[in-house]
């Protein structure tokens, strides 16, 4: 699909579902044509933002494939990349320590969570300009140590550190890259865990509160817009009070 000139394009990934659904339906409300990404179908999403009256295509994106990423930006001008694609929802059906994780099932949650992220980055960058911004959805976890996922709380610490790594080398492109870290956020993922384990880490918070996916979307839109023009490598936690109560 081409995109009218004066028309601002948002990349997201992982943007079939869950978190990645809000976002896109949230700079679709800022007036960005959005590119749902997902090796899942986006299509449902792309729906949901045309009942919005925004603009959106799906384009299959799996962000272990560098092929797929690659064509992923084929004919794009991209303002703004929101790099969102995570394994997380299999891992809540699995939790355990440690030392019950095999190696393989540590490299497949890197290669997704981390290697993605690089992936997705490094093929968007030919076609980012000044003024694009950048922003990884990361998680609290990383801060936070939670138990039973140590494979994607490692990948999620992995995430903070590119996020400023790569704020620093895009700078002198004025390109942007902010992270964002969401707190337990109901998505269908998260929804799969019982409910008083869900009440458990919300009653952890300061303001107990169950925190949405659109109170997720709208920090990125913040962060994916001029309305933060003097922030790059920051990291704004979104997670109602809980890492630092």
Not at 124 to 129: E, Q
Request: zero cysteines.
């Amino acid at each position: 699909m081409a995109n009218d000139s004066t028309e601002r394009t948002a990349v997201v990934t992982g943007a079939a579902s869950g978190i990645g659904r809000a976002i896109a339906r949230r700079l679709s409300d800022d007036g960005f044509h959005v590119v749902v990404a997902d090796v899942a179908d986006g299509n449902e999403t792309v729906d949901l933002v045309h009942d919005d009256g925004g603009s959106a295509e799906y384009r299959r994106a799996d962000v272990t494939d560098q092929e797929s990423v690659d064509d992923l930006f084929v004919d794009l001008d991209v303002d703004a990349l929101v790099n969102n694609a995570a394994l997380y929802g299999p891992l809540v059906e699995n939790k355990r320590r440690f030392d019950e994780i095999d190696g393989e099932e540590f490299q497949r949650v890197l290669d997704v969570n981390v290697t993605g992220v690089f992936r997705v980055t490094k093929a968007a960058v030919p076609h980012l300009h000044p003024g694009s911004t950048v922003v990884n959805i990361g998680s609290n976890s990383a801060e936070l140590g939670v138990p039973g996922f140590l494979h994607y709380v490692a990948s999620k610490g992995a995430v903070l550190s590119m996020t400023r790594s790569l704020a620093t080398e895009l700078g002198s492109a004025d390109v942007r890259v902010n992270a964002v870290l969401p707190g337990l956020t109901m998505s269908e993922a998260t929804l799969q865990n019982d409910d008083d384990y869900i009440e458990d880490l919300v009653s952890q918070q300061s303001i107990e509160r169950r925190l949405e996916p659109e109170d997720v979307a709208n920090s990125v839109a913040f962060l994916a817009t001029a309305e933060s023009a003097p922030m790059t490598g920051q990291v704004l936690s979104v997670d109602p009070g809980q890492t630092y109560y």
